[in-house]
């Protein structure tokens, strides 16, 4: 299993930045990469092909969307289908990101159809899941994991291997705060959703990679991926720069 070393852009970064930041990090890596490990960039929509283009060629790095509309085509004004994705040269993308649920108001069922669409038109899937600071403070973080786990990996496709789905634990209060959990937090988080794969999916649980994200730096990167089940990161304001998230990729 390679461990992934995701940067998540949000809504930043136009083409031109985009394309930039991007050229920049595959400099910063090449010929530096751990076999062990890949990289994997998510721009908005509008810089999916200048980072396409900018990676391509590359060992080890891949580009996936934040976001895209489950089916295959027809009226849905504003959204993007996977295929229109993989067309690109998109390999990946995100489902269930804390922003889409709270934000945008994406409900689990909705996540769960997703991420099944997703999986089944050639795309590998980055699942998000966490839990609110109030649910962790009324001991509902295993409930809402396993809820989220539950709805999301609803309808998955027969066949799909471990490698095309990945986990995303995420703990909300950690996203955007500077507050990053504590070790035995992503410990214990991690732990739970390795056994509740194991028991809705036994045969890929294991090849299933398990990221966290919520406040990673460059100089708490290390320390997170030597945890017990931590496969990669997926990082938000510190992907930004070329500088900052080489570090995190080569921690
Ligand atoms: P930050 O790294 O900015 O906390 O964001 C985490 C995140 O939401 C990645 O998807």
Redesign the pocket.
Same mark, same amino acid.
Request: aromatic content about 0%; overall charge negative; charged content about 10%.
């Given at each position: 299993m390679k461990q992934l070393m #995701?940067a998540?852009w949000?809504m930043n970064k136009n083409w031109s930045e985009a394309e930039e930041t991007a050229s920049a990090l595959a400099d910063a890596v090449r010929g530096r990469l751990p076999e062990d490990r890949e990289v994997l960039i998510f721009p908005p929509f509008t810089a999916l092909k200048a980072v396409a283009d900018a990676v391509q060629g590359e060992p080890g790095i891949a580009v996936g969307a934040q976001d895209f509309y489950p089916a295959e085509n027809g009226a849905f004004t504003g959204e993007i289908s996977p295929g229109m994705l993989t067309d690109l040269g998109v390999g990946y993308a995100?489902t269930g990101? @804390?922003?889409r649920r709270h934000v945008l108001e994406e409900d689990d069922s909705f996540v769960g159809a997703k991420t099944a669409f997703g999986l089944g038109h050639d795309l590998r899937i980055v699942l998000?899941i966490g839990e609110t600071l109030d649910q962790r403070r009324s001991e509902q973080v295993e409930s809402v994991l396993s809820r989220q786990l539950e709805a999301g990996l609803a309808e998955l496709p027969a066949d799909i291997s471990g490698e095309s789905l990945v986990v #995303?634990y995420?703990p909300v209060w #950690?996203? /955007?705060?500077g507050e990053v959990a504590g070790s035995a937090e992503i410990e214990a988080a991690h732990g739970f959703v390795r056994k509740k794969l194991q028991e809705m999916i036994s045969p890929i649980a294991s090849e299933i990679r398990i990221l966290y994200? /919520?406040? $990673?730096k460059p100089d708490n990167a290390g320390a997170i991926m030597a945890l017990d089940n931590v496969d990669g990161v997926? $990082? /938000? /304001?510190? @992907?930004l720069t070329a500088e900052s998230f080489s570090k995190i990729v080569l921690a």
């Open positions: #995701a998540n949000k995100l990101h @804390s922003e998000c #995303a995420e #950690a996203i /955007g705060t994200g /919520g406040s $990673v997926l $990082v /938000g /304001g510190a @992907s």
